[in-house]
Nanobody, 130 residues
């Protein structure tokens, strides 16, 4: 069973940095995609960045050049390094995962679609003040 636990959120001022971590267990398939999604109050959940088993990464336009997604070699932890944070980055950040038999079934994840993801963590709150 897949289990995802986020950590690293907090409250900081604009311009600062945070690194989110997601402890991953149960992702055993050869084909998988994991990512970070966020949801601000009153808004829909949106994709931030994803990492596929072949090393492909995808970023939302709003975070390109500021955020970096990475995974440790044992695929036990997924990271999101967030630099130059802005007040509009304030949201609950969720770790999510998708496993599939074929790589093509991971396209929804690569496209940053939240409704394509199969497993979710409980989230970690990021608050950026101006």
């Amino acid at each position: 069973q897949v289990h995802l636990v986020e950590s690293g959120g907090g409250s900081i001022q604009a311009g600062g940095s945070l690194r989110l971590s997601c402890a991953v267990s149960g992702v055993t398939g050869r084909r998988y995609c994991m990512g970070w999604f966020r949801q601000a109050p009153g808004k829909e959940r949106e994709g931030v960045a994803t990492y596929s088993d072949d090393g492909t990464t995808t970023y939302a336009d709003s975070v390109k050049g500021r955020f970096t997604i990475s995974q440790d070699n044992a695929k036990n932890v997924l990271y999101l390094q967030m630099n130059s944070l802005k007040p509009e980055d304030t949201a609950m950040y969720y770790c999510a995962a998708l496993q599939a038999v074929f790589s093509t079934y991971l396209q929804g994840c690569r496209d940053l679609r939240a409704n394509a993801m199969e497993y979710w963590g409980a989230g970690t709150l990021v608050t950026i003040s101006s």
